[in-house]
């Protein structure tokens, strides 16, 4: 499945937001409330979500396709002389080099998926 670059930035920033927080609250002092697993699992679930989509995505990233360029050219009468079409030169595919980022990515989605786990199980098991 390759994605356009803008999906890219956006599935990796809602992605690496919830690794950061995870990380944060790995090395912060939580309280392990039923309150606050709901609101971890309600903020890490949608980061989960981009993070397989990353992994899914492959090593090509699509630029958007570039339109041709028609040059017309007219005499004094209206009637057409010639007719040109051309074609941008710049690429329209980013390739990423090592495809290790699909593993990182399935890395990072498994284990924000046993996070969620454990924070389910915490939400069923515990009470304010």
Known sequence: MDISIIEFILYGLVGYSG???LIHSA??????????????V???????????IL?????GINLDNPAPIVTE??????ALI?????????????VLVNPMW????????????????TQFINLLGKSD
Do not use: C, E
């Open 27 to 40: 090395f912060h002092d939580n309280s392990s409330t039923k309150s606050h697993s709901i609101a971890r």
């Open 19 to 21: 690794v950061i927080f």
């Open 42 to 52: 309600v903020w890490l679930i949608p980061s989960m979500a981009a993070v397989f």
């Open 102 to 117: 699909i593993l990182f990515h399935s890395m990072l989605g498994l284990i924000l998926s046993i996070y969620i786990f």
């Open 73 to 78: 050219v007219y005499n004094n009468t209206g």
């Open 55 to 59: 992994a899914g995505s492959g090593v």
């Open 82 to 94: 010639t007719n040109s079409t051309t074609y941008p030169t710049y690429p329209t595919q980013i």
